[in-house]
Each structure stands twice: as structure tokens, then as C-alpha cells.
């Protein structure tokens, strides 16, 4: 089968660091995504890994291993505006078919 | 900005209805577009993959007679939900990817979502 797995809910405070992890199981693999999406809205492109390592993009960093089948989004500095569903997706084919986790839900305290 | 139009973003139809859903590429020519489908804290679900000027591919358990894909230009793709009934109610986002993207490299371009529309089945 495929699985995509990642929590379900994380609460955190302005300011802090949170880290979202990723595991997935999947007939191929070209690449993994992550998405941001609040709430009624379409997914917002966050950051793309294809080989192992780490990507940062100012406050959001993604991190990729394929022998293990792990991702993981670091969000740094938290900001409220930071809560909402973040989405693992994996791209299975070369055509952009894309298999998403059920999405974090993170929420961002005072 | 978008780069993705989809219309409209929320319908309000009666069981047994048909409902429409446009999803327009806007600076790029969409050779491979994506329907997926979203229940409340849920995610989203592929429901079919369409390439211009051929017939979509359905995953496994979706209807094709009932989620009826058109994408007879580079641009527009559609999406009818036919006879819709209450349990048809969710989100529906479309997504796409082109061959000339060149904001990013092709093999490895985020798909472009549009902004979702919402069903809801009375």
C-alpha cells in the first residue's frame, strides 16, 4: 500500500521552533512537497525536496531522506499568522500526480 | 499572483442538479491538469488527472460518469458534478502543470493550485 503519515495536531508558541515530520511509503518517488493551507483555501507551494538534505527558505526549512523515507518542515520564529494545515505530499510520477498526507494542523499560541 | 483561476468559489445547488467548475490557467499553457477533492479536516484526495485533448484518468472509486472532466484547451479544464447529491458536498481544488513554466524547472514545478470551490448539496 501507500502511506503517507504525519501528526495530526501540534500547538506551539510565538517565537518557538516546530518541527513536522514525515513518513512515506510510496510506489515511486520524484520528489516530496510541502504545502501550507488555511482553512477554506487552496494549498500554498511551501518547499520542494527531491534530493537528500536540507532546503531553507528564510523561517521554513524542509529536510529529505530517501533511504529512510523521511521528511520533515521546520517552522522557525513563529508567527500567529503560522497556524494553519501543513501538507506532505509526495510526487509519485513524473507528471505531478501528487499523494498528500491528511496534513498537520499547527496551532501557533500566544 | 494567481496563476490558476478557479470559478466559482462557492455553489449552492439543489439534489439532483448538475454543477460546473471551471479551473483556468493564466500565464501558462496547462498540458496536465488535476481534480482533487477535500471533506472537512481532511485531505485532499486525487480524483483524476486530465491531459489536454484526452480523456482523464480516474482514480480508483471516483465515478467518471458522475465527475465528468473536460480539458479541450492548453487553458481551461472543467469539472461537472452530475446529479449532485448531498453526500457530493466538499471542496474541490484543481491543480495544474505546464511545459513552459519557466518560473521553475519543469520536471520539478510545484503544481499550481486554484483557490478551491466550494460544493454544498441541498
Known amino acids: 500500500g501507500q502511506n503517507i503519515d504525519q501528526p495530526t495536531e501540534m500547538t506551539a508558541t510565538e517565537g518557538a521552533i516546530v518541527q513536522i515530520n514525515c513518513t512515506y511509503q510510496t510506489s515511486g518517488f520524484n520528489g516530496l512537497f510541502w504545502y501550507q493551507q488555511h482553512a477554506g483555501e487552496a494549498p500554498t507551494f511551501l518547499s520542494y525536496n527531491v534530493l537528500d538534505g536540507l532546503e531553507e527558505k528564510g523561517r521554513f526549512s524542509s529536510f529529505l531522506s530517501r533511504s529512510k523515507g523521511y521528511s520533515y518542515l521546520l517552522l522557525k520564529e513563529l508567527q500567529m499568522k503560522d497556524s494553519a494545515s501543513y501538507l506532505c505530499?509526495?510526487?509519485?510520477?513524473?507528471?505531478?500526480?501528487?499523494?498528500f498526507g491528511a496534513g498537520t494542523q499547527v496551532v501557533v499560541t500566544p | 499572483g494567481a496563476v490558476v483561476s478557479q470559478h466559482p468559489s462557492r455553489v449552492i445547488c439543489k439534489s439532483g442538479t448538475s454543477v460546473k467548475i471551471e479551473c483556468r490557467s493564466l500565464?501558462?499553457?496547462?498540458?496536465?491538469m488535476f481534480w482533487y477533492r477535500q471533506f472537512p479536516k481532511q485531505s485532499l484526495m486525487l480524483m483524476a488527472t486530465s491531459n489536454e485533448g484526452s480523456k482523464a484518468t480516474y482514480e480508483q472509486g471516483v465515478e467518471k460518469d458522475k465527475f465528468l472532466i473536460n480539458h479541450a484547451s492548453l487553458t481551461l479544464s472543467t469539472l461537472t458534478v452530475t446529479s449532485a447529491h448531498p453526500e457530493d458536498s466538499s471542496f474541490y481544488i484543481c491543480s495544474a502543470r505546464g511545459k513552459r513554466d519557466t518560473r521553475v524547472p519543469d520536471e520539478n514545478s510545484p503544481l499550481h493550485f486554484g483557490n478551491g470551490t466550494r460544493l454544498t448539496v441541498t
Open positions: 500565464d501558462f499553457q496547462a498540458t496536465t
Open positions: 505530499a509526495v510526487k509519485a510520477d513524473s507528471w505531478g500526480k501528487l499523494q
